[in-house]
């Protein structure tokens, strides 16, 4: 059975991580994720969850993180300033592979910047803003829909490679409303059980060690230093961070294939947007418009791990094009994969590019 | 075929409530695509605020309102700021009342104010005197849609009122614009 809804995607966001599971949401409101605190703070306690209004971003991941470690889905939700706030912790969350959510609705930055307004600005910030080497997941949703299956999705990636997933949306996809189907259920993975005889980081091939929160029955020791596969600091010794950190690196990253999520219109075409995120239907529009095949698209639903080989799909592209709602930050992704030419697309301010602006881009690439 | 509707007023009209009934009505009721987006600002009571929706057959793939074809504007400073540049074969319903100014484009003057203070005893319904008399002007929407629409957003107890304004602005809107 299913509901089907006329929504707003920050609703949308917090309902999806509703029927995944999530019975913990740590968060300090911010403009434009707002909606997601106020729905979860109402509808949290009557699922039997907790909801926490915290004192400020850097306690709202810190209590995330501790909710995790009970065995709880867990996520929290904010904007550029407070994501700035809770990186030193996401790495923690990163180093003792703690699954938890993190949602930035993302808004114009530097520093508190346009509070109303649409941004990308932030998509290199989720994927290297902590100290030290480490990978996550960033996936990002470019409608209401999306909003709620992207959001269930996060909680199970999260759960399944033990990392911190960031949900990347923005105030448009946050603040606008449009028709949303939500089941009653949806799949859920939790994280594989700690097997007997294991230890607590100790990790099998996939490089993802059994998950044995506090209350499980299993001793584990937490700590963002250092530590070998029993969980104990060994802070001096050149090999065991070498083995730990390429693990917490390898684990996501061999995984890219597993954790891709993307659509390709057109392979054959010549020229090719590269998209992700509400830009994406800049472009839509523009194919539907002009019936033109000889126009590509690739559209990222997860940004990160960066999925090099979708680009691949499009054998005859003589140029990439891509649109972003910043100065250019994915597309130097894209462009260190590719030999032909990458053309950025930017724009900043709080709106999406138009349909013409693309087509004026695009004519002049071709 | 694509519309977009913008609906502008000051804060405490119920502008972007409107904007929802509309988008829920055409999305859930008259098996139509629907975005609702609304301008998100400091604005507070009294300010110029302002909603809008594009309707459409088919799939809305790029979802901001370029160019309304459909304007609802209930305050002076809506239409200075959100109105005043219409396109000359949009259509234009305005709160008579309220809006000194008329536009170059096809206008019907509702005096949505007047009446749900008078008829109606509650100005707090205007805007939905508003939306009967635009579904009647455009058929942007169905009459039911728009009535499951209105009783769903509502609060428990004032159904009876609201459809009492959906009803009244039906009517006004035929009068108003000639139908």
Redesign the interface.
């Known amino acids: 059975m299913s509901r089907?809804?006329?929504m707003q995607g920050n609703t949308a966001c917090a309902e999806g991580a509703l029927t995944a599971g999530c019975r913990f949401f740590g968060g300090y409101p911010i403009t434009?994720s707002t909606e997601i605190a106020e729905t979860m703070a109402r509808k949290l306690p009557k699922a039997g969850g907790v909801f926490i209004s915290m004192e400020d971003e850097l306690a709202s991941i810190a209590a995330v993180i501790g909710a995790a470690w009970t065995g709880a889905r867990a996520m929290t939700a904010t904007s550029g300033p407070g994501f700035s706030l809770m990186m030193e912790n996401i790495g923690y969350a990163a180093m003792t592979e703690t699954p938890c959510v993190i949602v930035n609705i993302q808004r114009g930055g530097p520093s508190t910047g346009q509070p109303?307004r649409a941004a990308q600005g932030d998509m290199l910030q989720c994927r290297f803003g902590s100290h030290g080497d480490y990978s996550t997941i960033a996936i990002t949703p470019n409608s209401v829909q999306e909003m709620f299956d992207l959001t269930a999705k996060a909680f199970d990636l999260a759960d399944r490679f033990r990392v911190p997933t960031f949900l990347m949306a923005d105030?448009?996809v946050g603040?606008?409303?449009?028709?949303v189907t939500i089941p009653d259920a949806v799949e859920v993975t939790r994280p594989g059980p700690l097997a007997e005889g294991s230890l607590p980081f100790e990790a099998g091939d996939d490089g993802i060690p059994g998950f044995a929160p506090f209350g499980s029955g299993r001793s584990v020791h937490v700590t963002g230093l250092t530590h070998d596969e029993r969980g104990y600091p060994d802070t001096t010794d050149p090999e065991a961070h070498d083995r730990l950190v390429r693990r917490l690196v390898a684990k996501v990253e061999s995984a890219r294939r597993e954790i891709a999520d993307y659509e390709v219109v057109n392979p054959d075409a010549e020229t090719v947007f590269v998209t992700y995120g509400?830009p994406s239907?800049?472009v839509?529009?523009v194919m539907?418009d002009r019936r033109d095949d000889s126009i590509g698209h690739l559209r990222l639903r997860v940004v990160w791990p960066f999925p090099e080989f979708a680009l691949q799909e499009f054998g005859n592209a003589q140029v990439f094009l891509m649109p972003e709602l910043n100065m250019g930050q994915m597309v130097r992704e894209v462009q260190r994969h590719v030999d032909q030419p990458v053309v950025s697309i930017p724009k900043i301010g709080g709106?999406?590019q138009?349909?013409a602006e693309l087509v004026q881009v695009l004519e002049a690439h071709r | 075929m694509r519309h977009e509707v913008r609906f502008s007023g000051y804060g405490g009209q119920g502008i972007i409530l409107s904007a929802v009934i509309l988008g829920r009505a055409a999305a859930l009721y008259d098996g139509k695509y629907a975005v609702q987006t609304q301008v998100y600002g400091p604005e507070a009571r009294g300010g110029a605020s302002m909603g809008q929706v594009v309707i459409d057959d088919e799939p809305i793939l790029y979802p901001e309102v370029a160019e309304p074809d459909i304007f609802v504007i209930m305050s002076q400073q809506g239409f200075e700021k959100y109105g005043v540049l219409a396109r000359e074969d949009a259509v234009m319903l305005l709160d008579s009342d309220l809006v000194r100014s008329r536009p170059a484009c096809r206008c019907c003057e509702i005096p949505a104010t007047a009446e749900a203070k008078g008829t109606l005893g509650r100005e707090i319904v205007a805007n939905i005197v508003m939306m009967g008399a635009l579904v009647t002007a455009t058929g942007v929407v169905s009459r039911e849609a728009i009535e499951r629409a209105v009783l769903d957003s509502v609060p428990r107890g004032t159904e009876e009122l609201n459809l009492k304004a959906l009803k009244r602005g039906f009517e006004l809107g035929e009068r108003a614009c000639n139908l």
């Open positions: 089907v809804e006329f434009p109303t105030e448009i603040h606008m409303r449009e028709r509400p239907r800049t839509q529009q539907r709106e999406l138009t349909p």
